[in-house]
C-alpha cells in the first residue's frame, strides 16, 4: 500500500479482472464499398453476407434489389421485360448502391460487372473482388436451384463453360481475386476476401482490438 509520501508503485495498479468487464474488440471498419463479382454459383450472395459480418457493414444483393424494386424475381423479369431491361434496372441498381453514405458489401448478379459502365463505375467507387471458381464446382452448386434464367432450359455446363471463356478476362480486371475451391467453408472464403482488402490498403480500417489476417507466414 503507498502513503502520501511514497510514490505509487507499480504494484498498486488495480489487479487486471481476467474475468471482468471489458471492451468489446472492435471490428475492422469498411471505408469503401466492396463489390463482390463472379459467375453464378461462385458465392457472391452467401459468402458476401458472412464477409458484411465480419465487418459489421450492410450487406445488399443487386439481384434481391432489383427483384425489390420490381415486385418481380429475376426470371420473371427475364421473361415478361427481357435481358435489356433487367441489365439497365441492374445499373441503376448498383449505382445507388456505391454511392451509398454507409459503405456496403455489395453482391452483384453475375453479368453486371460485364456492362462498361457499371464496370467503370464500380473500379472507380468500390473495392471490387472476384470471387472465382472452377466449372465443377459451379455446376454443382447451381444445381442445387433453378432459378437462374440463363441456365433454364439448357445444359448448364455448357453455359457456364461459354460464359467463363467470355467473363473470366473480365471479371480479371477486379482488385482482389479470391479462389473459391470445393470443400471450403463460405467463412474460409471470406476471410481470405477481408485479407485481400487488407492488402489493398484503403479499404478496411483497424479497430484498436482487430483480429489480425489470418494468413502464416510461408
Ligand atoms: N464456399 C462455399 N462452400 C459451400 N457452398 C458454397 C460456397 N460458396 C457458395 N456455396 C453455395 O453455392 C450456391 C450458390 O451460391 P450463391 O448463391 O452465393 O452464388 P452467387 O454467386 O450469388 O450466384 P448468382 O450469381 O446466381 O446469384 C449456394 O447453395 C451456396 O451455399
Ligand atoms: O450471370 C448472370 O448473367 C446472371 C446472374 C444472376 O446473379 C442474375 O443477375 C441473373 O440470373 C443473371
Ligand atoms: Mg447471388
Same mark, same amino acid.
Given at each position: 500500500?503507498?502513503t502520501?509520501?511514497?510514490? $505509487?508503485?507499480?504494484? *498498486? ?8 468487464p471489458r ?78 453514405s454507409? $459503405? ?11 456492362? *462498361?459502365?457499371?464496370?467503370a ?33 439448357? *445444359? ?8 467463363m ?13 479470391? *479462389? ?39
Amino acid at each position: 500500500m503507498s502513503t502520501p509520501d511514497t510514490p $505509487p508503485s507499480p504494484d *498498486d495498479a488495480p489487479a487486471a479482472l481476467p474475468d471482468g468487464p471489458r471492451a468489446p474488440a472492435a471490428r475492422p471498419r469498411l471505408l469503401r464499398p466492396v463489390a463482390l463479382v463472379g459467375l453464378m454459383g461462385a458465392g457472391k450472395t452467401t459468402v458476401g453476407r458472412r464477409l458484411a459480418a465480419m465487418l459489421d457493414a450492410p450487406f445488399v444483393d443487386s439481384d434481391e434489389e432489383i427483384e425489390a424494386a420490381a415486385r418481380m424475381s429475376v426470371a420473371e423479369i427475364f421473361a415478361s421485360m427481357g435481358e435489356d431491361a433487367f441489365r439497365q434496372g441492374e445499373r441503376r441498381v448498383i449505382a445507388r448502391l456505391v454511392r451509398q453514405s454507409r $459503405p456496403a458489401v455489395i453482391a452483384t448478379g453475375g453479368g453486371a460487372f460485364m456492362n *462498361d459502365d457499371t464496370r467503370a463505375l464500380l473500379l472507380s467507387r468500390a473495392a471490387t473482388v472476384w470471387i472465382r471458381a472452377e466449372l465443377d464446382t459451379l455446376v454443382e452448386r447451381v444445381g442445387r436451384k433453378n432459378t437462374r434464367p440463363l441456365l433454364a432450359g439448357g *445444359d448448364p455446363r455448357r453455359v457456364l463453360a461459354e460464359l467463363m471463356a467470355r467473363r473470366h478476362p473480365v471479371y480479371a480486371e477486379a482488385a482482389v481475386v479470391v *479462389d473459391s475451391r470445393r470443400g471450403e467453408k463460405h467463412e474460409a472464403v471470406a476471410a481470405r476476401i477481408l485479407d485481400g482488402l487488407r492488402a489493398l490498403g484503403d479499404v478496411i480500417e483497424e479497430g484498436p482490438d482487430a483480429p489480425q489476417s489470418q494468413e502464416t507466414p510461408a
